[in-house]
């Protein structure tokens, strides 16, 4: 089974930049992926999620307009460019791999941690 590792969180300051990596073991290309995020006391949520082409993505408001989502299939490799961070950004960062696009995922990372000091 393909597995996801997550790499690239760290303590940022806020307004500060964080890049996001997940490298699966084996192929994405067909699969849709998405980033969630899980704060402390709260749900996990939805950040970010981009089709198998990287044609089609989706924002959460929250994060619209400071985060990027992009994949490389032939790298097996999906990112996250986050900007302009914000406190309220820190979480546990993990990301997922759907049968389609908009599904469920079926597939999760362990995770990378993000915290953002104000």
């Known amino acids: 089974q393909v597995q996801l590792v997550e790499s690239g969180g760290g303590l940022v300051q806020a307004g500060g930049s964080l890049r996001l990596s997940c490298a699966a073991s084996?192929?994405?290309?067909?699969?849709?992926m998405g980033w969630y995020r899980q704060a402390p006391g709260k749900e996990r949520e939805l950040v970010a999620r981009?089709?198998?082409?990287?044609?089609?993505?989706y924002y959460a408001d929250s994060v619209k307009g400071r985060f990027t989502i992009s994949r490389d299939n032939a790298r097996n490799t999906l990112y996250l460019q986050m900007v302009s961070l914000k406190p309220e950004d820190t979480a546990m960062y993990y990301c997922?791999?759907?049968?389609?696009?908009?599904?469920?995922?079926?597939?999760w990372g362990q995770g990378t941690q993000v915290t953002v000091s104000s």
């Open positions: 997922a791999a759907s049968e389609t696009y908009g599904s469920d995922p079926r597939l």
């Open positions: 084996g192929s994405i290309s067909r699969n849709a």
């Open positions: 981009i089709s198998n082409s990287g044609r089609i993505t």
